[in-house]
Every structure is written in C-alpha cells, then in structure tokens.
C-alpha cells in the first residue's frame, strides 16, 4: 500500500551553493507539504549508518565522507504518491540525463554530488524518516 509521505535531505552540495530556498520552493511548489525539517550535520558515523544499504558498494566511502562534509537540511513531505511524484521531481541520479526543470537537472553537478536524496520506497521513506526525525518533530 502506497503512504503519503517521503523523505529528503538537501545535500551538503546544494546548501553550499545556496539553493536551500530554491529546493523548498520548488517541492512546495510541486504539491509537497513539509511536516518536518531540520537543518543538521551528519557525522562520518550517521552518514554510515543511513546508508549502510549501500557498505559493500564501491562509492560507498565517497558517500559517506560527502554527506558528512557540510550541513544538510532534512525534510518529511507529504503528498499523494508522495515516493512515486518525489522521484519524479528530483529526477535521474546523473544531472545530465535527469529531465529539464527537475530537482537535478537545476541543481546537481555530478551524480556523486546530485543536490538532493529521495526514499525510493515507502518502506525506507517511514526508516529514512524516523532516522532524522522522533515522532514529536512530524507535524501532519
């Protein structure tokens, strides 16, 4: 069964190079409502330990030291289809072949550094956000 909510985290990419605001406005702007954010710092371990799924893969390093290099903003959205229409608006993992006006086709600057994180299930969207984010911080 298909939830409502998804998770995404700005990543230190696009927080460096100012583009909090532009993101947001673009998520509001697709339908998205925002029921929790956090503007935070992942350490080497919590960046580890979100994208452990990922520990046997050989840019699994590189991950974990980019997503622990700078401040990053957090975010549970919420939205019909919210997983499906979030991927759709971020679009592909490499900016050059993600669609004109998405997320990475504005954003991104290479598929290791692609601005934004989307869950790709409704299972890890409700792990992703519970990871960032206790009950009381998730206002729907």
Known sequence: ?????????????????????????????????????????????????????????????????????????????EKDNAVEDFRTLIGSTNPAEAAPGTIRAKYATSIGENAVHGSDSDENAALEASFHFAATEIFA
């Open 1 to 77: 069964m298909a939830t409502n909510r998804t998770l995404t985290m700005i990543k230190p990419d696009a927080v460096r190079n100012g583009h909090i605001g532009g993101i947001l406005e673009q998520m509001v702007g697709s339908g998205f409502k925002i029921i929790a954010m956090k503007y935070t710092k992942l350490s080497k371990e919590k960046a580890g330990e979100f994208y452990a799924v990922h520990k046997e893969r050989p840019f699994y390093g590189e991950l974990v030291d980019f997503m622990s290099s700078g401040p990053i903003v957090a975010a549970v959205l």
